[in-house]
């Protein structure tokens, strides 16, 4: 199995501060790397796809870079609609996998 | 627009089997490249990708789960249902059903389901 991991596991932030979020791969997933982001009692939300292609609807504030073995999501200026947690997945073999999430809060 | 919900016990007893119901609108399982999976996440912890299945009925299963799942359909419908076996308390979680779609890159899941949440108790 490709092993995900995320770095900060959590992080505060203000409302207009720019953080990125970076996930690393154990094994190269080339460009088949999503970003998903989650809310308590909410449906989960698809960020990023392909590694830095925006989904419809997200705001550009958002972006996702990287390939390989690393990648990123960054937030421009962060909302305080955008205070949620965050996962990386590959889906470039089977199981696909997910890191293990970075939570952003206010701080 | 594509909507998904899911539906099932909230409460099973160690050793029984789940069965979750995957109710979804704004496509159908016969479009070229449409794919219905289940996610879960036990709490506090992260997501945990079970199975898939696509419009030309190729299913992919999580190996390490590979041989307690079944992922069946019913297209008239517009269902997909997940039967898990020999459930014991570490499958509490909160079980997602997803879209995704075979002609896109990266696989990615694009839609979620609410969630129903399933916890394994005697």
């Known amino acids: 199995d490709i092993q995900m991991t995320q770095s900060p596991s959590s992080l505060s932030a203000s409302v207009g501060d720019r953080v990125t979020i970076t996930c690393r791969a154990s094994l190269s997933v080339s460009s088949f790397l999503n970003w998903y982001q989650l809310k308590p009692g909410k449906a989960p939300k698809l960020i990023i796809y392909a590694a830095s292609s925006l989904q419809s609807g997200v705001p550009p504030r958002f972006s996702g870079g990287g390939s390989g073995t690393d990648f990123s999501l960054t937030i421009s200026s962060l909302q305080p609609e955008d205070f949620a947690t965050y996962y990386c997945q590959q889906s470039y073999s089977i199981p696909f996998t997910f890191g293990p999430g970075t939570k952003v809060d206010i701080k | 627009q594509i909507t998904l919900k899911e539906s099932g016990p909230t409460l099973v007893k160690p050793t029984q089997t789940l069965t979750l119901t995957c109710s979804f609108s704004?496509?159908?399982?016969?479009?070229?490249?449409?794919?219905v999976g289940w996610i879960r996440q036990p709490p506090g912890k992260a997501l945990e990708w079970l199975a898939v299945?696509?419009?030309?009925?190729?299913?992919r299963y999580s190996p390490s789960l590979k041989n307690r799942l079944s992922i069946t359909k019913d297209t008239s419908k517009n269902q997909v249902v997940l039967v898990m076996t020999n459930m014991d308390p570490l499958d509490t979680a909160t079980y997602y059903c997803v879209h995704s779609n075979r002609l896109v890159v990266s696989l990615p899941f694009d839609y979620w389901g609410q969630g129903t949440q399933v916890t394994v108790s005697s």
């Open positions: 704004g496509f159908s399982l016969r479009d070229t490249g449409v794919g």
């Open positions: 299945m696509y419009w030309d009925e190729d299913n």
